[in-house]
């Protein structure tokens, strides 16, 4: 009986289950740790702490909200969901709020670079760009793309990533 999966299994062309390529948590979670960044002193300064705390709770925010439409979205009729698929769920979606941990470190550690206010928030963007074109490259990789397929991932992930940058500098912060 195929009850709620966490993901779609596929078989290779041997009939084994396949081995999983998914790093969309990750390379959503570096867009939306970009994004919060971009936007974040558009309604004033954020002391660096706030900003820490808006980009760890926006990915958990974010984390719990693709659990929910998950399970939600692939519940059989009739079926309730165990424990075990909420967890297993859990875990595939849990690269979401890894991505921004990475970033509020950088905002964490910005005061020992030396780095005022908005030097911190482009530190913290220029990670989150950073790790978004290295998951996609990687990811590509990992499915087994050349390197000149994952380096082209890896480029349009970059302009992904560059129009937040820009995003930021016209709000001009």
Known sequence: MNRLLPWPRRRDRAGRPASRTDYAGALYGSLLAASVIATAGAAGDFPRFQLVALLLVTGLVFW??????????????????????????????????????????????SPLLGLGLSGAAWLALAVAVAQLVAWAFLGALHAGASRSQAAVEGVVNLFLGLVLVAAKAAIGH
């Open 64 to 109: 719990a909200a693709h659990v929910y439409a998950r399970l939600a979205g692939e519940r059989l009729t009739g079926q309730g969901i165990s424990g075990a698929e909420v967890r297993a769920v859990g875990r595939h979606e849990w690269p979401i709020v890894e991505a921004a941990v990475l970033p509020a470190a950088a905002v964490a550690v």
